[in-house]
């Protein structure tokens, strides 16, 4: 059973287009994110999710929207493609120390995006 | 903003040797983690350290958290193959959500 998993693990699309890719846990965590990983290996938090509720919205433009239909998901879905866009997405997922967890980030395979 | 470096970027070593990489904040941190990514991977949790001047190890790895809980290191015995791979610590000052450093790249030359 993998406990963060991502979909799809690989993406290839044109300029313009709309993508979403969705991520599930099933570690029971109560917060979630998403990570922009670019070629230069930097991992950059972009949105967290607590019980649904976003808490953290970094500088990322308006067209990545990431939704939340409950706990064990958090989707991103990314309008108007740019070339800037290409990256390694992860989602990842823990448990607060004050809420019984470790606060450890327990991240998905990857998802990697690339805008042609 | 919080700012976060290691050093190095990038270490390449013979099997066998010892590596080492640093994790400096600007600010005092409340806790700070460690994680491994394999190449192609994704990243792995290895240790979370809180306590000020904290040592703790795994096996070949060691870690340290400042006394001044403004920075790490991981400290690796005897590289083997296997430890290849990008090493980030991940910060955090109270109240604030983690920050990843830009990760220093190790290559083991067999």
């Known amino acids: 059973d993998t406990a963060v998993s991502q979909t799809p693990k690989y993406l290839v699309t044109q300029m313009g287009n709309d993508k979403s890719i969705k991520c599930e846990q099933n570690l029971g965590h109560d917060t979630m994110y998403w990570y922009k990983q670019d070629s230069k290996k930097f991992l950059k938090i972009m949105f967290s999710y607590n019980n649904k509720e976003l808490i953290i919205n970094e500088t990322v433009p308006n067209r990545f929207s990431p939704k939340s239909p409950d706990k064990a998901h958090l989707n991103l879905h990314i309008n108007s493609l740019e070339l800037g866009d290409s990256a390694v997405y992860f989602c990842?997922?823990?448990?607060?120390?004050?809420?019984?967890?470790?606060?450890?980030?327990?991240f998905g395979e990857g998802s990697r995006l690339t805008v042609l | 903003g919080q700012q976060v470096m290691q050093i190095p970027q990038y270490q390449h070593v013979q099997e066998g040797e010892d590596f080492t990489t640093y994790c400096n904040s600007s600010t005092t941190l409340s806790n700070i983690q460690w994680y491994k990514q394999r190449p192609g991977g994704h990243p792995v949790f290895l240790i979370q350290?809180?306590?000020?001047?904290e040592v703790k190890k795994q096996k070949r790895l060691t870690f340290q958290f400042g006394e001044a809980k403004k920075n790490s290191s991981l400290h690796i015995t005897a590289t083997q193959t296997t430890d290849v791979g990008t090493y980030f610590c991940a910060v955090r000052n109270y109240g604030q959500n983690f920050v990843f450093g830009p990760g220093t790249r190790l290559s083991v030359l067999p």
């Open positions: 990842a997922s823990s448990q607060n120390r004050g809420r019984g967890g470790t606060g450890e980030l327990f």
């Open positions: 350290l809180v306590k000020s001047g």
